[in-house]
């Protein structure tokens, strides 16, 4: 019988070997690649668009300190496409191209092929986020000078990643339950949409907005309130587990601050005979409170979806 001591380099053994076989298959991936350069194409665009028009209207570059620290946040459209791209055929494809069954073969358990996917996912994902950082943080330093709150950065890159990793285990749950690659992106792509295209109608002209705080996206828009000031807003935020960053990054410069909840009402009785806009106010959170939960909500996604993955791919039968 093997001692514990002696299983453990076995295991660790077993699982980088899962890990590696993962990560050449990530880096394989042109779809991956494609996301990659697209997102470094965005990237590229917001740092050169506005010296682009500024010198075309013979207008001075002035200085931005915090050009970087304002635009950290991948977005969650770049966020899912990460996910996807990275997950989609990590389960499914397994199972569609048949290398599932010299997979299972091997000495390796399946929690522990699942455990080195989804740290291939981790690491994959992680690269990804520090080289457009990297390039972000040099262009913006070339471009607008110097810039402050660097050391935000590696806060974002988490924010980013956790925000993320919310997709990665929807998809993964997915990919586990369904075994075809193809319904598991579409599904997911569904997903997605909904929650964004819903959550913008809901948010804006419904009382209903905190039943978005758990759901997984963009989630309820809240405003920043000036104190003092009613009715005034200091800038909009996405209260979401897609928006996890932002929430970090303005709770790190502005903790005190309150996010307000508004809906949109139509009222009549203008000049020409139409409909007139208000904003209603219907409540008001502490910052740090919004982002706690949200981080919650991701973490309860995460485990709860990667327990799914794992319960079904461990139960399934391989037949072929």
Known sequence: MDKPWKREPKLIGQLWAVVRYELLWNIRKKKFIGVLIVAFAITTLNLTLPVILRRTYNMPIEANPDYVISNSGIGGLMLFLFALVTVMNSISGEFEGGTIVPLLTKPVSRTLILIGKIVAAFITIFAAYLLLYAYMIVGGTLIYGSQNNLNLTPLCILGDLLSTFVWVSIILALGSLTKNTILTSVIAIMVFLAMNIGSSIISVFTESAWMLHYLPGN??????????????????????????????????????????????????????????????????????????????????????????????????QILE
């Not at 009222?267 to 005979?273: C, E, K, N, S």
């Open 219 to 316: 989630g309820a828009a809240g405003y920043i309130k000036v104190v003092g000031q009613p009715m005034v807003y200091a800038g909009s935020i996405s209260t979401g587990t897609d928006n996890i960053t932002k929430m970090i990054i303005q709770y790190c410069l502005h903790p005190s601050v309150n996010v307000t909840y508004v809906k949109v009402e139509w009222r009549g009785g203008t000049p020409q005979g139409g409909l007139s806009s208000l904003l209603k106010e219907l409540y008001s959170e502490p910052l740090s409170l919004v982002l706690f939960r949200a981080i919650s909500v991701a973490a309860a996604y995460i485990i709860a979806l990667i327990t799914l993955a794992w319960y079904v791919f461990k139960r399934t």
